[in-house]
């Protein structure tokens, strides 16, 4: 089975990685967008330093918005565990991803235990921000949510109407099922709030968790982040201890920097500004329009040569060719999993250390 | 290869080497000078002073809560930024890279992580595994858990207690346990806002003097060298040398180690009602030999509060500067991140002065740590100017003048004379906590010592001196040279491996089950899930 193409001519993997490697070499300014685990990010990331690269997640907005959050405004948060074994009010901010759908259906299936008892309820409430077109992840037992929201408003402006409402201000339109909120607020010990970066932008973000403040004067409440991205967030937490920040950082100057609108590689793309990309990801790599004369080096899981790129390596995916390191939004940190259907093909990891070997420098890699 | 540091001032408690000599190294050991032996290499030390590579036994350097506080604050980590050196990732700002570099420049070679949540040690481990060149080990937080505060509540045995203990213990790769404000963030969560010594979680009707007692002993029984590292009640509040007194006292014979105790020094005294407790303390630590404790000295400045006493971090989070925070109610302690600037005004002079004050009247260098609770009281790169506060009155006054005078006059600290010795010093920053961790093979420089080693070049200017070390070697590799990294190595995480029982093993599968869902399988890893190899070095416990 062939693993590495230069171009759509096969040849080794040993090769191909030399190719790439003289391909970053040469480069004004590379941009790599990572899909990867935890070992796949470290690697990148020591290779983007000796390169002078830029780095992003393939799908940037998402985990930009998310680290914005904390890096602008911070927040207050709850575990999963917690928020299974505490949360008697749960609240569904706008839609979620559909990978965190199961852990709503955990929610409603089942009643916290640690909490005091629920007056008599035998299950949580739940609730629903959105616009009147929001849809919440199927419950049990025909359960449907509680839909909380404000005429034609937008996310961000419901929160904003939800919180004023709460602390007993005027709001130009009333949120829908706001008393029955209010009485579920009232009665609950633990409310906490589901929230995700996909469906929710920046100011809806930090107007929740300017509502969760609020709650917090008298009662306790929270917020369970739960990652548009498994992968993304992981590659955040990983760049950050790294290099001291989360994703859209550059070494153009040597130096990390952290510059969210700068470093946005779906943008430096687009401008015209990169001239290579390093794209890594386990799943297949859709072809693209080639921009200006920008050369592409795919790390995927394919079988074939990715078309218009100049150099294809086959990699595995992490948790299922091998062993690896994932964000689990189930625990909220870090988790090891096993190959579910080991196979040979290597690691991201493996891959961009073979292609740093090719890169000259002064020093070793630090990963 | 065979390495002859020579003509230095050789500064060893431990071994009652104190005067100019030669130290040998063969490999990775300091060695006995062999018998006409001829060195490969030869260092130069004249003018030098050698002691052993120093331990920190406090610094919040990596884990969830020390990432998510440089998530919270990029704008901080570009004032670290330096120029471009030779070593990968050795200028990011604030970073594991640059924490083991910063470390092995002042001739540091191990550090402590000291709050690890159980829950993320894969994380932790990971975040270590990226500070290069020093050894490290962390302390497992317990004591706000569901599953041991329901177990002291059903009265379990002391036996079920240690092993469940013993299991945190293996399973996380930790050296120790710690306990935070021992059953606050299980109250927090019922919403509680605040919690002293015998004030009892609801629901489980358990006091935190019972948890803490109840931790103590597992610690002992289970010969775990480090005493339990105990971060008390009320941390910060204006009479909270009172909680801390509760604890010393709680000790009753049994080793206890208390955490940045400068945070618990302060009286009530004054118009301001704050004042310093610190001799009040220090008689009391004078007088307690079981006990240790670390200071987590205050330095002016910039820095970013991170501690898992998430009850004392929500309640801090007006002071915020800037004005964000992060508080995170996790699985038993969680966390808050709560940026701070300490200025020369009342409240920072006199948070500055009780710990000098622990320092210089706690009499016994072997039971006093030289610690910033970094980042709360400052940065660890703050340690050379503490240095000099410490060896120099000189240099105290000097600073003293620069402060508020309201509030030295609550402070004992103007009136103390005594300077610390480089012999203390030594004691202090390596002997101790060498003893105090159960690290036979450091923290001195007889032979079979692994030769971690730091070799300073006297210097009027102390905090220059001890600042920039001329020369250190971790593990006989000589990593410092002139003040700078020369390259990187990896060092080990140190932890203990206590075997639970089988039982144990059996009734957390069902707890994890039942109460969240989910296999053991997903908090625990396996070694090289790391992906460093031989990245952990095992300690002994106490037989």
């Given at each position: 089975m062939a693993v590495a193409w230069i171009g759509n001519r096969e040849t080794l993997v040993e090769r191909a990685a030399a190719h790439a490697a003289a391909l970053l070499g040469s480069s004004r300014c590379p941009v790599f967008s990572l899909d990867t685990d935890i070992h796949g990010t470290r690697a990148a990331i020591a290779l983007a330093e000796r390169v002078g690269a830029a780095y992003d997640h393939a799908d940037g907005a998402v985990v930009a918005r998310e680290a914005a959050l904390f890096t602008d405004k911070g927040a207050m948060t709850v575990a999963p565990g917690e928020t299974r074994r505490r949360a008697d009010v749960v609240v569904i901010v706008g839609e979620l991803p559909k990978i965190h759908h199961q852990f709503v259906g955990e929610l409603a299936e089942t009643v916290p235990d640690l909490s005091p008892p629920l007056s008599g309820r035998n299950r949580r409430e739940i609730f629903v921000v959105g616009s009147n077109e929001t849809t919440a992840p199927p419950l049990s037992n025909g359960r449907t949510a509680t839909l909380l929201f404000c005429g034609e408003a937008s996310l961000g402006a419901t929160l904003a109407a939800l919180r004023a409402q709460w602390r007993g201000r005027q709001t130009s339109q009333p949120v829908s099922n706001f008393d029955d909120f209010a009485k579920a607020l009232e009665a609950a010990h633990f409310p906490v709030f589901l929230f995700s970066g996909g469906a929710t932008e920046g100011l809806a973000l930090e107007m929740l968790h300017g509502l969760i403040t609020d709650l917090n004067r008298k009662s306790r409440a929270s917020g369970l982040h739960l990652p548009a991205s498994e992968d993304g967030w992981g590659s955040a937490l990983a760049s950050t201890w790294m290099t001291g920040f989360p994703l859209r950082t550059g070494f153009a100057r040597g130096l990390p920097e952290f510059d969210p609108w700068r470093y946005d590689v779906a943008r430096m793309i687009a401008a015209g500004e990169a001239d290579l990309h390093l794209r890594i990801s386990s799943s297949i790599v859709q072809p693209q329009k080639k921009r200006n004369r920008m050369a592409l080096i795919a790390l995927a899981k394919t079988q074939q040569p990715v078309a218009g790129a100049a150099v294809t390596i086959a990699i595995g995916e992490a948790g299922v060719d091998h062993q690896a390191v994932v964000y689990?939004?189930?625990?909220?940190?870090?988790?090891?999993?096993?190959?579910?259907?080991?196979?040979?093909?290597?690691?991201?990891?493996?891959?961009?250390?073979?292609?740093?070997?090719?890169?000259?420098?002064?020093?070793?890699?630090?990963? | 290869m065979l390495t002859k540091i020579a003509g230095g001032d050789i500064i060893d408690p431990v071994n009652g080497r104190l005067g100019k000599g030669d130290l040998w190294i063969r490999d990775d050991k300091i060695v006995a000078a062999p018998a006409g032996g001829s060195a490969d290499r030869t260092i130069d030390a004249a003018g030098c002073i050698i002691m052993a590579g120093a331990?920190?036994?406090?610094?919040?350097?990596?884990?969830?809560?020390?990432?998510?506080?440089?998530?919270?604050?990029?704008?901080?980590?570009?004032?670290?930024?330096?120029?471009?050196?030779?070593?990968?990732?050795?200028?990011?700002?604030?970073?594991?890279?640059?924490?083991?570099?910063?470390?092995?420049?002042?001739?540091?070679?191990?550090?402590v992580e000291p709050a690890m949540s159980p829950g993320a040690a894969l994380h932790t481990h990971l975040e270590l595994a990226d500070i290069p060149i020093i050894d490290k080990a962390t302390l497992a937080i317990l004591g706000n858990d569901d599953f041991l505060l329901s177990m002291i509540r059903d009265d379990a045995s002391s036996h079920m207690i240690e092993d469940y203990v013993a299991w945190t213990v293996a399973s996380t790769r930790a050296l120790g346990v710690k306990v935070i404000n021992a059953g606050a963030a299980a109250a927090f969560k019922e919403n509680v806002r605040t919690f002293s010594l015998d004030d009892v979680v609801p629901s489980y009707g358990v006091s935190?003097?019972?948890?803490?007692?109840?931790?103590?002993?597992?610690?002992?029984?289970?010969?775990?060298?480090?005493?339990?590292?105990?971060h008390c009640n009320n941390l910060g509040s204006p009479g909270s040398a009172d909680t801390a007194a509760a604890t010393i006292a709680a000790a009753e014979g049994l080793p206890l180690h208390l955490a940045h105790l400068q945070f618990y020094g302060y009286g009530m005294e004054g118009k301001r009602r704050f004042s310093s407790a610190a001799a009040r303390l220090a008689e009391l630590v004078n007088a307690t030999p079981e006990v240790t404790i670390d200071i987590g000295q205050v330095m002016f400045g910039q820095t970013v509060t991170v501690s898992s006493d998430v009850m004392r971090q929500f309640s801090a989070r007006g002071s915020a500067q800037p004005k964000k925070s992060v508080i995170h109610d996790g699985d038993g302690n969680g966390g808050g991140i709560v940026p701070y600037r300490y200025s020369k005004d009342f409240y920072g002079t006199m948070q500055w002065a009780i710990g000098l004050e622990l320092f210089l009247l706690i009499d016994d260098p072997w039971r006093v740590f030289f610690t910033t609770d970094h980042p709360n009281g400052a940065p660890f790169t703050a340690y050379p100017a503490l240095f000099e506060l410490l060896m120099s009155r000189e240099a105290r006054t000097e600073m003293i003048a620069g402060l508020s005078p309201s509030a030295m006059a609550l402070s004992t600290l103007s009136a103390i004379d005594r300077e610390y010795t480089f012999e203390e010093i030594a004691i202090m920053t390596r002997a101790a906590p060498a003893r105090l961790l159960g690290l036979t093979d450091r923290g001195h420089l007889g032979a079979g010592a692994i030769a971690d080693i730091a070799v300073y070049r006297r210097d009027q200017n102390i905090a220059k001196m001890l600042g920039q070390a001329a020369y250190v070697f971790k593990d006989g590799d000589l990593v410092v040279q002139d003040g700078e990294i020369t390259h990187y190595r990896w060092g080990k995480a140190l932890r203990l491996n206590p075997s639970p029982d089988k039982a144990m093993l059996r009734r957390l599968e069902d707890y994890h089950q039942q109460r969240y869902g989910l296999s053991l399988d997903w908090f625990d890893f396996p070694d090289s899930a790391v992906a460093r190899e031989q990245h952990f070095g095992e300690v002994a416990c106490r037989t």
């Amino acid at each position: 089975m062939a693993v590495a193409w230069i171009g759509n001519r096969e040849t080794l993997v040993e090769r191909a990685a030399a190719h790439a490697a003289a391909l970053l070499g040469s480069s004004r300014c590379p941009v790599f967008s990572l899909d990867t685990d935890i070992h796949g990010t470290r690697a990148a990331i020591a290779l983007a330093e000796r390169v002078g690269a830029a780095y992003d997640h393939a799908d940037g907005a998402v985990v930009a918005r998310e680290a914005a959050l904390f890096t602008d405004k911070g927040a207050m948060t709850v575990a999963p565990g917690e928020t299974r074994r505490r949360a008697d009010v749960v609240v569904i901010v706008g839609e979620l991803p559909k990978i965190h759908h199961q852990f709503v259906g955990e929610l409603a299936e089942t009643v916290p235990d640690l909490s005091p008892p629920l007056s008599g309820r035998n299950r949580r409430e739940i609730f629903v921000v959105g616009s009147n077109e929001t849809t919440a992840p199927p419950l049990s037992n025909g359960r449907t949510a509680t839909l909380l929201f404000c005429g034609e408003a937008s996310l961000g402006a419901t929160l904003a109407a939800l919180r004023a409402q709460w602390r007993g201000r005027q709001t130009s339109q009333p949120v829908s099922n706001f008393d029955d909120f209010a009485k579920a607020l009232e009665a609950a010990h633990f409310p906490v709030f589901l929230f995700s970066g996909g469906a929710t932008e920046g100011l809806a973000l930090e107007m929740l968790h300017g509502l969760i403040t609020d709650l917090n004067r008298k009662s306790r409440a929270s917020g369970l982040h739960l990652p548009a991205s498994e992968d993304g967030w992981g590659s955040a937490l990983a760049s950050t201890w790294m290099t001291g920040f989360p994703l859209r950082t550059g070494f153009a100057r040597g130096l990390p920097e952290f510059d969210p609108w700068r470093y946005d590689v779906a943008r430096m793309i687009a401008a015209g500004e990169a001239d290579l990309h390093l794209r890594i990801s386990s799943s297949i790599v859709q072809p693209q329009k080639k921009r200006n004369r920008m050369a592409l080096i795919a790390l995927a899981k394919t079988q074939q040569p990715v078309a218009g790129a100049a150099v294809t390596i086959a990699i595995g995916e992490a948790g299922v060719d091998h062993q690896a390191v994932v964000y689990s939004s189930r625990t909220g940190s870090l988790r090891s999993v096993d190959a579910r259907a080991a196979s040979e093909l290597p690691s991201a990891a493996t891959v961009i250390r073979l292609v740093a070997s090719h890169v000259s420098a002064e020093a070793a890699l630090p990963c | 290869m065979l390495t002859k540091i020579a003509g230095g001032d050789i500064i060893d408690p431990v071994n009652g080497r104190l005067g100019k000599g030669d130290l040998w190294i063969r490999d990775d050991k300091i060695v006995a000078a062999p018998a006409g032996g001829s060195a490969d290499r030869t260092i130069d030390a004249a003018g030098c002073i050698i002691m052993a590579g120093a331990i920190d036994i406090h610094s919040h350097i990596g884990g969830g809560n020390v990432n998510t506080a440089r998530l919270l604050l990029p704008e901080q980590h570009a004032a670290h930024q330096a120029r471009p050196a030779t070593t990968p990732l050795s200028n990011a700002g604030w970073s594991t890279f640059q924490t083991g570099c910063l470390y092995a420049k002042m001739g540091f070679t191990t550090v402590v992580e000291p709050a690890m949540s159980p829950g993320a040690a894969l994380h932790t481990h990971l975040e270590l595994a990226d500070i290069p060149i020093i050894d490290k080990a962390t302390l497992a937080i317990l004591g706000n858990d569901d599953f041991l505060l329901s177990m002291i509540r059903d009265d379990a045995s002391s036996h079920m207690i240690e092993d469940y203990v013993a299991w945190t213990v293996a399973s996380t790769r930790a050296l120790g346990v710690k306990v935070i404000n021992a059953g606050a963030a299980a109250a927090f969560k019922e919403n509680v806002r605040t919690f002293s010594l015998d004030d009892v979680v609801p629901s489980y009707g358990v006091s935190s003097r019972k948890i803490v007692k109840t931790l103590q002993a597992a610690v002992d029984s289970l010969g775990v060298p480090h005493p339990l590292h105990v971060h008390c009640n009320n941390l910060g509040s204006p009479g909270s040398a009172d909680t801390a007194a509760a604890t010393i006292a709680a000790a009753e014979g049994l080793p206890l180690h208390l955490a940045h105790l400068q945070f618990y020094g302060y009286g009530m005294e004054g118009k301001r009602r704050f004042s310093s407790a610190a001799a009040r303390l220090a008689e009391l630590v004078n007088a307690t030999p079981e006990v240790t404790i670390d200071i987590g000295q205050v330095m002016f400045g910039q820095t970013v509060t991170v501690s898992s006493d998430v009850m004392r971090q929500f309640s801090a989070r007006g002071s915020a500067q800037p004005k964000k925070s992060v508080i995170h109610d996790g699985d038993g302690n969680g966390g808050g991140i709560v940026p701070y600037r300490y200025s020369k005004d009342f409240y920072g002079t006199m948070q500055w002065a009780i710990g000098l004050e622990l320092f210089l009247l706690i009499d016994d260098p072997w039971r006093v740590f030289f610690t910033t609770d970094h980042p709360n009281g400052a940065p660890f790169t703050a340690y050379p100017a503490l240095f000099e506060l410490l060896m120099s009155r000189e240099a105290r006054t000097e600073m003293i003048a620069g402060l508020s005078p309201s509030a030295m006059a609550l402070s004992t600290l103007s009136a103390i004379d005594r300077e610390y010795t480089f012999e203390e010093i030594a004691i202090m920053t390596r002997a101790a906590p060498a003893r105090l961790l159960g690290l036979t093979d450091r923290g001195h420089l007889g032979a079979g010592a692994i030769a971690d080693i730091a070799v300073y070049r006297r210097d009027q200017n102390i905090a220059k001196m001890l600042g920039q070390a001329a020369y250190v070697f971790k593990d006989g590799d000589l990593v410092v040279q002139d003040g700078e990294i020369t390259h990187y190595r990896w060092g080990k995480a140190l932890r203990l491996n206590p075997s639970p029982d089988k039982a144990m093993l059996r009734r957390l599968e069902d707890y994890h089950q039942q109460r969240y869902g989910l296999s053991l399988d997903w908090f625990d890893f396996p070694d090289s899930a790391v992906a460093r190899e031989q990245h952990f070095g095992e300690v002994a416990c106490r037989t």
